[in-house]
Structures are given as structure tokens and as C-alpha cells.
């Protein structure tokens, strides 16, 4: 009989250890590798101990810095491809590089991240392997300083608290690993444990951290006690979800209406600490900033530079991973993702769908303006100038600011470039791709964006100066923003207590970066209306960040997006009306049921059959 090795990655303890980069963190890109060092000689200083925390910043980010592409799952963003890996296999890339496929669709995806399985699992090992050397050196008490290696054992404790969160909110029940695996035989053989026990592990992680952390990092890219503390909140605020609205393909998990208000209080308790505690504020205060004319692009929001290296340390950054930039092997790729081939031939996996238009109220009565009307300018005389047509560029005018630093329409313009310079403005135009344009008596080459088929794109992420290629970027992507605790904040005490003064005060706080005006009264009045409030910031403001599709599942909300079982389906169009994708046509109960949890791989089933299989994929 054929001996099967595990596919979780416990050999990430072996490999090379990347280094982490950031602005301001240069001197860590020359940190020695703890993997290449035999132990006799290593993890023995707190410089050995330091280099060990950086290995693992560099192994985890790769598990959250491409998040975005979960929002694929949901109901405002398109998600084409992924890129080809560079950091291993990033995220959820592994299984469309061995598939051919995406699992990032609305529907159908919950089987396809058997590679983000055993990836995640390697994080727990990476962070397992610094938790255990650190805890050594703190007993053995000679050449350190204790409160160093505490605060580098938080650090560990809150990345594998990260990574078995995530692992709970896609499996429920897990396997757990509290130490370093060495050897394959000591996974074969592990049961799935529930996820009450675990969710009580992360509870420690994140409480040990807290207490070790310092109150504000010293270094871009490293984790202080809001980031621990705000993650704790989010835990138990996903605790209660699951409590309130049950998670039923969760055969082991029983929902308690007790549990959840006792978690929506915890939550809501740890994400005021983070709002009162450390001096924290929105970039830039929250200003709106200058939304520039229509068509033009050299004056933008506020809110479009919270997503370019000028945000990186700043405040509202609760939590960060830190990228090296050129010449590191560290940089981010958000501009190969998010802009077209006119950006250094970037490949435009990301899009915004034709929907996420309507989303963005009026500046000047504060609610919904009237929806968009899609139209074709090659068959419709007036599409250009008609009211509301989505192809009229004053159909966009008064509007959200963060919609113009969000996504582009038919003349807005970016900035090309090619070899590392800039090629001038680039307008978009909707399948017209790379072609002369003449506006103003001025001719233009249209942004070449042929992976776009809704007529949008975004500008969120997209750089607007010339100097770094498409995969060499060094933002510092955030996991964990202000903006979210204040509405997280605002849905826990929602829930327990119903529409408080303080938690709308930080919903028109939110509200105020897009230039809108206060909540009215009727967005405030009843539970129910504000968290619609809640939801509808949370689609605008974190639009791109990876937060839709696991907010829609712990929720239960998939249905009322999209349509019950056995419905005909739900088509996404773009501005000039052409159907483009349908999804959940005739979709049975047990299929929606697995949009709600993942599948375990069967791959891991094979090798040890003390996995149980979640109750939808029986």
C-alpha cells in the first residue's frame, strides 16, 4: 500500500526563510536566515530571536496580502484570474495554477481552496516553530531581554491566532497544532478538533499579545496592542454572528442566543479600547479632501492615497504587512492585479462590476441617487448625454468622493506607464482598448483594459506615478484598518443595545471621508436601518479589501443578495447593457449550502480518515 505524506506544509520550518521589507524597516531586509543556521548556534540572542518573528511576518503575509481576491465572492467585484505566484503560492492561487480555475466566483468556490488548506497550515507551523525557540530562550533567561522576546512572542501568537481565524471562518472544525511538527507521522493521524476549543485558542493568542505588545510599533509592518485588541474584537464578533444567525452546515457547531450577546459585547468592549486608548485617527484626520474635476486625475481624494505608500505607518493602518519594493523580491503586486496593460503590461484580474456604481450616494442629499441606465453609444444616439446613462460622465458628478478614488467610468484617465515611466494620461473608455481618442482637440491612447467586461475599473490601489514595476510595489497592505473597527464597533453595539449616538457618530465619521452628510434619522431610528447603514459602508469602504464575501456568510445573507435555491439567477450586465455573467440559475440547497463553509480537502481525507467531511459535501 502506497504511503501517503500530508500535504500541510510543516516543511516551511525547512525552508529559506524570506526576509520582511518596509519604508522604514530597511535594515531588516539584512537579517540572517533562522532556517539556515543550525539551532545549536541559533536562537540564542534577541538578534536570533528578531530574525526568527521577521521569517514569520514573511511567511504569514502571503496568507492575507492578496485578500482582495475573496471579494471576487461577492456581488461587486469581478475576479478574472489570479496572478502567477511569486511568493510561493500566494493565497488561493495555488489551486487555479493546478486547476485552471477560479474559485474567486460568487458561487461554486467552496471547494476549491484545498491549496489555501495546507498553506495556511504551513503559517501555523512557521509561527509554532518561533513561539517554541522563543519560549526556550525566555526559560533559559541568558543573553536577552525578557521584555524583547515577550513582545516577539505576542508578535508569533497574534500571526497564528490570524491564521487559525481564518482557518475557522472557511472550515469551522480544524485540526490544531500547538507546536512545531517535524515530521509528517504526527499529522496523519489528527481528528478535527471543534471549533469552540479553537476559537478559545485564538482568544489566548490574542489576549497573551495584548498584554506583550507595545502600545504603538516602532517599526512599519510590525504588530502593536491595537492590532492584537482589534482582532480580538473581530473574532468575537464573527463568534456571535455565527451564535446569532447559526451556522447549520456546521454539523458540531450548536448557535446560542446568550453566546452571541456575551460576544457582541467582548467585541464591542476591545474595538473601543482601539478607538479611545491609543491616540488613533483616520488618514488625514478623515477629511474629505479634493475630489478634482471629472475627467482629470492630478487632484484626487484623501481617501485614494490611504491605498499608495504615503499611508504606510500611518495611524489608521491597525495592522499591516510591509512590502520591500524594487529590487527586494518582496514587493506587492496590487498594480499587476488592479490596473490594465497600459500599467506595465498588467493583467487586470480584479475589476469592479457594473453594480458597485449605485452603491455610492449623493453628496448633496446624503441617500441613493437614481440608478444607473445602461446604454450603448454605438446603437443610442444621446447614451453620452443622457440623464443617468452610466456611459454620461456627468451621470457621476456629486457623488461619493470614494467613488472617484475607487473605481474609473468611461473619460476618467490614469497615469500610463511603460519601462518605469510615464507614458501621460491614459483615459478609459469601455471597449475601446489602446486606441487614439481625440477629447478636447487633444488625442489620447485609451487605457488598454481588455480584462474588464463591465465597464468599470479600479483606481483604488493603482498607482499614480511612474518608477516601480507592476509586481515591485512597497505599500503596506492593510488587514486591519480603522475605518473597519469603527464599524464593526458599530454593528456589535447595534446588535446588543440597538443604535447608539457614539457608534453613529463613528458611522458619519466613516461617511464624512466620502464628503456625504450625517446619517438621517431614518438610516438611525431602528436597529434594522442602521445596520442596512452599517452594510452599506462597509460595501463602499472597504470595497477591494477582502471582507464581502466572509461579512455575506456570517450574516447568512447569500440568498437575499442573490436569490433563493431554484430561482432563475441573477445576471451582471455592463454600462451598455450586455449580459455578461449569470449566477445561482437554478442553484439546489445543498449547493448553496456549500457557499456557507469550504470543503476539507479530499486529498487530506485520503491521507489521514480521522477528517471528517463538512455536512454539505458528503
Not at 98 to 106: D, E, K, Q, V
Not at 120 to 134: A, E, H, P, Q, S
Request: aromatic share 12%.
Amino acid at each position: 500500500m502506497k504511503k501517503y505524506t500530508s500535504t500541510i506544509r510543516i516543511m516551511t520550518v525547512l525552508a529559506g526563510m524570506a526576509m520582511l521589507g518596509g519604508s522604514c524597516t530597511k535594515h531588516l531586509l539584512d537579517q540572517p536566515s533562522s532556517m539556515e543556521v543550525d539551532k545549536e548556534v541559533f536562537w540564542k540572542t534577541d538578534a536570533d530571536a528578531l530574525a526568527g518573528i521577521m521569517g514569520a511576518y514573511a511567511d504569514v503575509r502571503p496568507l492575507f496580502d492578496r485578500d482582495y481576491y475573496f471579494d471576487g465572492q461577492g456581488e461587486y467585484v469581478r475576479v478574472r484570474g489570479v496572478s502567477a505566484a511569486k511568493d510561493d503560492l500566494q493565497n488561493g492561487g495555488a489551486y487555479a495554477v493546478n486547476t485552471g480555475s477560479s474559485g474567486f466566483s460568487p458561487s461554486g468556490f467552496g471547494q476549491q481552496f484545498d491549496a489555501m488548506y495546507k498553506y495556511l497550515y504551513g503559517g501555523v507551523n512557521r509561527t509554532n516553530y518561533v513561539i517554541d525557540n522563543v519560549r526556550k530562550m525566555l526559560a533559559s533567561g541568558s543573553n536577552v531581554s525578557v521584555p524583547k522576546l515577550e513582545r516577539i512572542l505576542g508578535e508569533a501568537r497574534l500571526l497564528r491566532g490570524m491564521v487559525y481565524f481564518r482557518l475557522i471562518s472557511m472550515w469551522g472544525d480544524v485540526p490544531y497544532l500547538g507546536h512545531t511538527v517535524t515530521s509528517n507521522d504526527e499529522v496523519v493521524s489528527l481528528s478535527r478538533m471543534p471549533i469552540a476549543q479553537i476559537k478559545d485558542s485564538i482568544m489566548a493568542d490574542f489576549t497573551y499579545a495584548i498584554d506583550k505588545l507595545p502600545a504603538r510599533s516602532d517599526q512599519v509592518g510590525r504588530a502593536a496592542k491595537p492590532a492584537a485588541l482589534a482582532f480580538r474584537g473581530k473574532l468575537q464578533l464573527y463568534w456571535a454572528s455565527w451564535n446569532k444567525n447559526g451556522w447549520p452546515e456546521l454539523s458540531t457547531f450548536k448557535p446560542s442566543t446568550a453566546v452571541a450577546t456575551a460576544a457582541y459585547q467582548g467585541a464591542a468592549d476591545d474595538f473601543r479600547h482601539v478607538i479611545n486608548d491609543f491616540g488613533l485617527d483616520l488618514f488625514r484626520g478623515g477629511a474629505p479632501g479634493v475630489v478634482g474635476r471629472l475627467g482629470r486625475a492630478d487632484t484626487l481624494p484623501n481617501y485614494y492615497y490611504l491605498f499608495t505608500p504615503v499611508a504606510n505607518g500611518d495611524g489608521e493602518m491597525v495592522m499591516a504587512f510591509a512590502h520591500g519594493g524594487i529590487g527586494t523580491f518582496q514587493g506587492e503586486e496590487l498594480m499587476r492585479d488592479f490596473a490594465g496593460r497600459s500599467h506595465e503590461g498588467s493583467q487586470c484580474w480584479v475589476t469592479p462590476r457594473y453594480e458597485i456604481a449605485d452603491r455610492y450616494q449623493s453628496t448633496i442629499t446624503g441617500d441613493f441617487a437614481p440608478k444607473m441606465i445602461p446604454l450603448n453609444p454605438s446603437t443610442v444616439a444621446d447614451a453620452r448625454t443622457r440623464l443617468n446613462s452610466a456611459v454620461n460622465p456627468q451621470s457621476y458628478a456629486n457623488r461619493d468622493y470614494r467613488m472617484k478614488a475607487s473605481i474609473m467610468w468611461d473619460y476618467e484617465v490614469s497615469v500610463g506607464m511603460a519601462s518605469l515611466k510615464s507614458t501621460g494620461w491614459v483615459p478609459f473608455i469601455y471597449k475601446t482598448w489602446a486606441q487614439p481618442f481625440v477629447i478636447d482637440g487633444e488625442t489620447f491612447l485609451t487605457y488598454n483594459t481588455d480584462g474588464s467586461n463591465s465597464g468599470y475599473v479600479f483606481r483604488k490601489f493603482l498607482r499614480n506615478y511612474a518608477g516601480q514595476g507592476r509586481s515591485d510595489g512597497d505599500y503596506a497592505f492593510p488587514v486591519m484598518r480603522l475605518a473597519d473597527v469603527f464599524l464593526m464597533y458599530a454593528e456589535a453595539t447595534n446588535e446588543v443595545n440597538g443604535p447608539q449616538a457614539d457608534a453613529i457618530a463613528l458611522v458619519n465619521r466613516v461617511r464624512l471621508r466620502g464628503n456625504l452628510p450625517p446619517l438621517a434619522g431614518s438610516k438611525t431610528g431602528t436597529k434594522d436601518a442602521f445596520f442596512a447603514a452599517i452594510e452599506q459602508e462597509r460595501i463602499v469602504e472597504l470595497l477591494g479589501e477582502g471582507h464581502r464575501s466572509f461579512d455575506v456568510r456570517r450574516w447568512r445573507t447569500l440568498e437575499k443578495n442573490w436569490n433563493p435555491p431554484g430561482g432563475p439567477g441573477v445576471w451582471r450586465i455592463d454600462t451598455w447593457g450586455a449580459q455578461q455573467q449569470r449566477y445561482f440559475q437554478n442553484t439546489n440547497d445543498r449547493a448553496m449550502q456549500q457557499c456557507y463553509i469550504f470543503k476539507i480537502p479530499q486529498s487530506e481525507r485520503d491521507r489521514n480518515p480521522n477528517l471528517t467531511q463538512n455536512t454539505p459535501w458528503m
